[in-house]
T-cell receptor
Framework: AQSVTQPDIHITVSEGASLELRCNYS??????LFWYVQSPGQGLQLLLK??????LVQGIKGFEAEFKRSQSSFNLRKPSVHWSDAAEYFC???????????FGKGTMLLVSP | GAGVSQTPSNKVTEKGKYVELRCDPI?????LYWYRQSLGQGPEFLIY????????DSGLPNDRFFAVRPEGSVSTLKIQRTERGDSAVYLC??????????????FGPGTRLTVL
């Protein structure tokens, strides 16, 4: 079945430490890939997207993500986490030929001092 | 410029009642999407409009849910005979067009619906 999996429900990272959030997808053809962030009381904000080309994608707020076709993964990374990064992060895909987003269940990022 | 707006921000209703949720997209965006986010879950697609017509309504859970976009701008999501399981945050998004995934979807803040 087609799906988007975020295996970590919660992750706690110390401020200043590096971060990696995992995302795996299961689709026949490589879909368009996205990462969104949702802060309490805020709408979903697009961090970055991958359509094709360079497999390392740079986004806003210092985030980057790497597409690995062999692993069907699109993991989100940040070298140094700030307290303001605490939020819920969603991986999402748009399958080939479609226009609507399919989201993973999300990973809640907690940042400890 | 103004983003996507949704009203009301919160709606509390009783089981069996009818509710309407409104979405005002970004001006000039022809595509409009409704998603539903239940507690602890990611948003799930409900329906997508291209202009005035529903291009894909495959995500509507049953015939109690209906949405319209009569003039190709504002959209209303209508839920009849609400059930407790309908409690969720209803998100609206819009994009310039909906013809491919290239067009970024901009999300509103959502309407939190609570059915007692």
């Amino acid at each position: 079945a087609q799906s988007v999996t975020q295996p970590d429900i919660h992750i706690t990272v110390s401020e200043g430490a590096s971060l990696e959030l995992r995302c795996n997808y299961s689709y026949g053809a490589t879909p368009y890939l996205f990462w969104y962030v949702q802060s309490p009381g805020q709408g979903l904000q697009l961090l970055l997207k991958y359509f094709s080309g360079d497999t390392l994608v740079q986004g806003i707020k210092g985030f980057e993500a790497e597409f690995k076709r062999s692993q069907s993964s699109f993991n989100l990374r940040k070298p140094s986490v700030h307290w303001s990064d605490a939020a819920e992060y969603f991986c999402a895909v748009v399958p080939s030929g479609y226009s609507t987003l399919t989201f993973g269940k999300g990973t809640m990022l907690l940042v400890s001092p | 410029g103004a983003g996507v707006s949704q009203t009301p921000s919160n709606k509390v209703t009783e089981k069996g009642k009818y509710v309407e949720l409104r979405c005002d997209p970004i001006s000039g965006h022809t595509a409009l999407y409704w998603y539903r986010q239940s507690l602890g879950q990611g948003p799930e697609f409900l329906i997508y409009f291209q202009g005035t017509g529903a291009a894909d309504d495959s995500g509507l859970p049953n015939d109690r849910f209906f949405a319209v976009r009569p003039e190709g701008s504002v959209s209303t999501l209508k839920i009849q005979r609400t059930e407790r399981g309908d409690s969720a945050v209803y998100l609206c998004a819009s994009s310039l067009t909906g013809t491919s995934g290239y067009n970024e979807q901009f999300f509103g803040p959502g309407t939190r619906l609570t059915v007692l």
